[in-house]
């Protein structure tokens, strides 16, 4: 069965608290695993969230701090003890290679030849994902980090009472998706057209540690469900600058300008304690007036409905209107 859906594993930023754990977040996709910055205890994290290493067929890591990292050792060695059988592809910033090794060796077990490294470089990295496409695009953060895109290509509803009007019906439908037209049963010519209705692909963006930046609103970009940091509320903004992080605020002018469907905040920090987590809504929600909703530990979020080519989303640019940028 398809299952879209997004497994938080952790919400913490840099020191994780007794009601949050540090980063982690699987994503799944159909038959796709994507687990993004696995902090310490993400091994347990997933024990309790009810997901195994064998649902992972990616790990996507945006940079080397180590609440986004130093649970890839014990991940790694799970993946090994499980006896995972697929490949298990590994994004990171190439610049962090010293680290990446450092992780992927960090102590003695019997290792495994599933673990497939993918360094990402440059403006942009487009990597294949099964019949996804995994972009990734560099943030400002006082390391180098990358954050993730993740869409599906365009398709095609099919519109039953279309195809029985045609006498279109059992293998002639997927000639006729195959092929693009096909020739009916009276000898009439039906194209795909005729039977269907342009199908959007889904997506998805992780945006991680990061000061606003052109990246940023690039990944974001109409994507169906966001999962941003927001670490700071807006009274630390210079402090969130200066360590190049978001606040709540900028979180939701970013989804607002990109016309995000679902908004999920996290990366929490310490100071805030969880009786004081509205203030991150109602400052994203200032600027953001779609759904807004903030991460906890274990929580499972689904990727909102597909939507049809005709629907709006909330916070719809004007046609032919760019995203807003970070100047």
């Known amino acids: ?64 701090h180590g609440d986004h990292c130093l649970g890839l050792p014990g991940v790694i060695q799970r993946i090994a003890r499980d006896n995972v059988p697929h490949p298990v592809q590994v994004a990171y910033p190439a610049a962090g290679e010293e680290y990446w090794r450092r992780l992927r060796h960090a102590s003695a077990f019997a290792d495994t030849e599933v673990i497939v490294p993918r360094p990402v470089s440059g403006d942009e990295a487009r990597l294949p994902a099964g019949p996804l496409t995994l972009t990734a695009r560099p943030l400002s953060h006082p390391i180098p980090s990358y954050g993730y895109r993740i869409e599906e290509p365009p398709g095609r509803t099919m519109l039953p ?57 690039a990944l974001a970009d109409g994507v169906d469900l966001l999962v941003v940091e927001a670490t700071f509320l807006s009274a630390e903004a210079s402090l969130a600058a200066h360590y190049g992080h978001l606040t709540a605020a900028q979180a939701g002018r970013l989804a607002a300008a990109c016309g995000v469907r679902r908004l999920v905040l996290t990366h929490f920090s310490e100071r805030y304690p969880v009786a004081e987590e509205w203030r991150f809504r109602e400052e994203a929600g200032k600027a953001f ?34 995203p807003a940028s970070h100047g």
Request: hydrophobic content about 35%.
């Open 1 to 64: 069965m398809s299952v879209r859906e997004l497994v938080v594993l952790g919400t913490a930023s840099a020191v994780p608290t007794r009601e949050r754990n540090h980063n982690g977040y699987l994503l799944r996709w159909d038959g796709e695993g994507f687990l993004f910055d696995p902090g310490e205890g993400t091994q347990r994290q997933m024990l309790h969230a009810g997901v195994s290493a064998h649902d992972i067929t990616w790990i996507c890591v945006t940079h080397f």
């Open 161 to 217: 009472a279309e195809l029985a009007r045609r006498g279109i019906h059992g293998p002639m439908i997927g000639e006729l998706q195959r092929k693009g037209s096909i020739t009916a049963p009276d000898g009439s010519v039906v194209t795909l057209g005729e039977c269907s209705v342009p199908r959007p692909g889904q997506s998805f963006a992780f945006v991680m540690d990061t000061r606003l930046c052109d990246a940023a609103f």
């Open 289 to 322: 007036s779609g759904e807004i909703i903030l991460a906890r530990d274990l929580a499972r979020i689904p990727v909102p409905k597909r939507r049809r080519e005709r629907d709006a989303r909330p916070g719809d640019r004007p046609a032919g209107e760019p």
